[in-house]
């Protein structure tokens, strides 16, 4: 992908972005954090910032280099690696609000504390240049939002709440109150299998065994 490719897609503007947004398109094809992550492709963004699709280079180690890792006592990286497919969200540098930057910093130390169970676990934060980012696990299989109004069975429909349940509970029995509990937040690890067959949907006696992507848990940012 190249280094032109728009972080916006045709039908989305600029109105009420940073000024700066325009200049996160360019990041498609480059390399950060010294060279370590490679971004492929925006996966989706925000009023605050953007998430890629990335690539790791090089082996990960955690605290390398003073410049990735200026403030050791802000960041709690994961203990493990980022994997070499992940993502990373990238925050739009903006000084005038910096309630913003603590609330990422706050969001990235949650999920990196998360090892186990439905969440999309962080991993390392770092700054490169303006920005500020983190790595984390890379869910392929979308939102739950992108699901929103195609028919599912009820059993698939309940084991994807079942997923959400043992999150909350986890997060709950850890003392985190997750406060933004929506579709948009709910991420799949793989794709859905298609039900266009309206019989089947309706049929609870489906012929065989589902194997089903996990839903996780994301978005700590308001957490508490």
Known sequence: MSQSTS???????????????????????????????????????????????????????????????????????????????????????????????????????????????PFVC????FEDGPLLCYTMDYMPGGTLAATIGTPLPVAVAVGLGLDVLAGLDILHSQGIVHRDIKHHNILLEAPLPSFRDEARVGDERLEAPLRLPRAKLADFGISD
């Open 122 to 125: 962080a991993y390392e934060m």
């Open 7 to 117: 972080l916006l897609t045709e039908d989305q503007s600029t109105a009420g972005l940073p000024e700066v947004a325009s200049d996160l398109a360019g990041l498609c094809g480059r390399a950060l954090c010294e060279g370590r992550f490679l971004v492929e492709e925006v996966l989706g963004h925000g009023a605050q910032g953007a998430v890629y699709r990335i690539r790791r280079e090089a082996p990960s180690t955690l605290g390398a280099s003073a410049r990735v890792m200026p403030s050791h006592d802000r960041y709690v990286p994961h203990p493990q690696s980022t994997p070499s497919q992940a993502a990373m969200k990238v925050m739009f540098p903006d000084p005038s609000r910096p309630a913003a930057t603590a609330r990422f910093i706050a969001e990235y130390r949650v999920a990196a504390r998360l090892r186990a169970g």
